[in-house]
């Protein structure tokens, strides 16, 4: 049984940074899954942050976080991080780890629909 748990999240000041991590368990380690992040907010729709495959290439990242983001993976030990820097309060969210196992190339990485497999996610508070 496919498993994603996250943790990491926290709350902070702005300008402050958090490293999520996502544990997979239940599938071993693939070069073709990609892995995402992805946050919803009260009463707004669930986004993507960021997303890498297995092989460690092209990472993929929402304007929003550019330049304060970055996702990694130890495939060692099936984790991915998504560290955030300079955080600001618009990054308040429940975020979310995913993981597409289908290999579901046609939908975007940020489409949430893409991903079979999700975490029960990780609440982040940045205040001001």
């Known amino acids: 049984q496919v498993q994603l748990v996250e943790s990491g999240g926290g709350s902070v000041q702005a300008g402050g940074s958090l490293r999520l991590s996502c544990k997979a368990s239940g599938y071993t380690y693939d070069r073709n899954v990609l892995m995402g992040w992805f946050r919803q907010a009260p009463g707004k729709e669930r986004e993507g942050v960021a997303a890498t495959y297995g092989d460690g290439g092209r990472p993929y990242f929402a304007a929003s976080v550019q330049g304060r983001a970055a996702i990694s993976q130890d495939n060692t030990n099936n984790t991915v991080y998504l560290q955030m820097n300079n955080l600001i309060p618009q990054d308040t969210a429940m975020y979310y780890c995913?993981?597409?196992?289908?290999?579901?190339?046609?939908?975007?990485?940020?489409?949430?629909?893409?991903?079979?497999?999700w975490g029960q996610g990780t609440q982040v508070t940045v205040s001001s």
């Open positions: 995913a993981a597409d196992r289908q290999r579901n190339f046609g939908l975007s990485w940020d489409d949430p629909s893409r991903y079979g497999n």
